[in-house]
T-cell receptor, first 113, second 114 residues
Framework: DAGVTQSPTHLIKTRGQQVTLRCSPK?????VSWYQQALGQGPQFIFQ???????QRGNFPDRFSGHQYPNYSSELNVNALLLGDSALYLC????????????FGPGTRLTVL | AQSVTQLGSHVSVSEGALVLLRCNYS??????LFWYVQYPNQGLQLLLK??????LVKGINGFEAEFKKSETSFHLTKPSAHMSDAAEYFC????????????FGTGTSLTVIP
């Protein structure tokens, strides 16, 4: 049973560029959440997708957007990259909207130069 | 709003000694509580969770945590530290009935001294 997978593992971009990160949830899971983990910090919630809609959003600007596909996979898009966007981006999947254990992928390390 | 406080950003213990990592939360309603471990350059792995069943929760790798409502705490313990326990540990809280947005603490880095 494949767990949560994310691609790419590493990414280097320059300021002002746009980036797309991808996530495939654990088999049977229908909810995907995205987190940003800055160096030395705990993960910060970006948003959550359920039934192809953004259901909850953390305190992140509109430059951060996402999408969920019918197969439950998800994308995180970040526009107009800033140096401060450099972080580990984690995807977590779970079953249903109500609180359940979230299973995390290995993350995508984004470096903005 | 939910918040999580992990006291001690760095904890060092000798191999074989007791591990105690502290977590306190603030929540208007009884939350769900989780401990995750993160090894270098990896994602988060669930150690254990509390979802309103027994207040003493046993997890993987010999870890356990006790939910104490009166103290709003969910401290993580392990009787005997092993070298392989060296990692970053995160406490997380989620408010039931409002979706599963997790709020994480800032983490505790555990060092095990041989």
């Amino acid at each position: 049973d494949a767990g949560v997978t994310q691609s790419p593992t590493h990414l280097i971009k320059t300021r002002g560029q746009q980036v797309t990160l991808r996530c495939s949830p654990k088999s049977g899971h229908d909810t995907v959440s995205w987190y940003q983990q800055a160096l030395g910090q705990g993960p910060q919630f970006i948003f959550q997708y359920y039934e192809e809609e953004e259901r909850q959003r953390g305190n992140f600007p509109d430059r951060f957007s996402g999408h969920q596909y019918p197969n439950y996979s998800s994308e995180l898009n970040v526009n107009a990259l800033l140096l401060g966007d450099s972080a580990l981006y984690l995807c977590a999947s779970s079953l249903g909207q109500l609180t359940d254990t979230q299973y995390f992928g290995p993350g995508t390390r984004l470096t903005v130069l | 709003a939910q918040s999580v406080t992990q006291l001690g950003s760095h904890v060092s213990v000798s191999e074989g000694a007791l591990v105690l990592l502290r977590c306190n939360y603030s929540s208007s309603v009884p939350p769900y509580l989780f401990w995750y471990v993160q090894y270098p350059n990896q994602g988060l792995q669930l150690l254990l969770k509390y979802t309103s069943a027994a207040t003493l929760v046993k997890g993987i790798n010999g870890f356990e945590a006790e939910f104490k409502k009166s103290e709003t705490s969910f401290h993580l313990t392990k009787p005997s530290a092993h070298m392989s326990d060296a990692a970053e540990y995160f406490c997380a809280v989620s408010e039931r009935n409002t979706g599963n947005q997790f709020y994480f603490g800032t983490g505790t880095s555990l060092t095990v001294i041989p």
